[in-house]
């Protein structure tokens, strides 16, 4: 198996536990969640980054992205928060994991990737799961 599948399921794991813990928070506002969340992230990038690359060259559009990233990240970040504040766990989750059917049609579209039978079948798969479960 490929090492970058075994980071995307651990990756996958991690982001199912995680939304079980936000849901679990009580008194507690979804900004103050987010807050304490994304900073707890950021200081473990920090300390990932220092261990590992602190030594890479930067490009302005690389920098650029990263910024466009966070704001993005950071805006879904604050909308599942709230989300799962307010609604259930199985059915916010679900819907926001559809985030990856938008990364895959983005990555179609702009980095001109391609998909096989085998993995649209598994897309149309799991976009049906969501419903499912959001019903």
Known sequence: M??????????????????????????IDALTLTL?????????????????YLKREFSVQGISLGIVSGILNGSGIILFNIAIQKGKASIV?????????VAVILAILILSEKLTILQVFGIVLGIIA??????
């Open 93 to 101: 989750a679900p819907i926001s994991a559809l985030g990856a059917g």
């Open 130 to 135: 969501v419903m499912l479960l959001s019903t």
């Open 36 to 52: 304490l969340s994304v900073g707890t992230s950021a200081l473990l990038t920090l300390v990932c980054w220092s261990l590992f």
């Open 2 to 27: 490929e090492s970058y599948i075994i980071l995307a399921l651990a990756s996958m794991v991690l982001f199912g536990t995680n939304a079980v813990i936000l849901k679990s928070a009580r008194n």
